[in-house]
Structures are given as C-alpha cells and as structure tokens.
C-alpha cells in the first residue's frame, strides 16, 4: 500500500473514533455501532479504490464498471445495515461513510 492510502486509512480512523464516542455520548450504543459499521466500510472502499487504480494501470485500461458497483452497493449495505437497527443507527453509518471523503481532502499533501 502507498503512503497516502495508508494515511487515509489512518484519518479515516481517527475521525470514526472521535465520531464513535460523539455519538455514544448522544445516541447511546446503536449510534456508535452505526459509526464503526460506516468507518470500516469507508475503510474497505479505499482498499477497493486502491486496487481497482492500481488493477487498470497495470493493465492500461479505463477503471471497470464492477469496481465502481461493487463499491456503491457496498456502501448502500452499509447504510441498509445502520437503517435496521434506528435512525440514530442510519446517521451514524453515514457520517462512518462520509469519513471517507473527509480523509480524501486531509491527506492529498
């Protein structure tokens, strides 16, 4: 793994814990369930990302529609997961998941 997908990793897990005892605090435990279940997809999709990028460059061909998929609906899952549990559940899936874009911005240098 490269530097930078391993200090996404890392910012990804840095906010998700802030984000767990944030929501443990007010949502109680479904909440913080819902935030570790969000960060350890946003977690996998980077790994997905990573490979998928350095699949179709060692190929030198355009990035595959399977991986973007398989990314989307692991990600809907995800949120599928947080939504049968309550709704506190639901927002902690999703703010786990938008970790993910979050890391993107704080480790591009």
Not at 77 to 88: E, H, K, N, T
Request: glycine content about 10%; charged content about 15%.
């Amino acid at each position: 793994m490269t530097s930078t997908i391993k200090k996404m990793i890392t910012n990804v897990m840095i906010l998700g814990s802030v984000e767990i005892v944030v929501f443990f605090m007010l949502f109680g435990y479904r909440g913080a369930m819902g935030v570790l279940a969000g960060t350890i997809g946003a977690c996998v999709n980077i790994v997905s990302l990573w490979y998928d990028v350095k699949k179709c460059v060692k190929k030198r061909r355009k990035m595959s529609l399977t991986g973007y998929l398989s990314r989307y609906t692991f990600s809907g899952a995800v949120m599928v997961f947080g939504s049968i549990f309550s709704l506190p559940a639901l927002f902690g899936a999703f703010f786990g998941l938008m970790n993910e874009k979050i890391a993107a911005f704080l480790s591009w240098r």
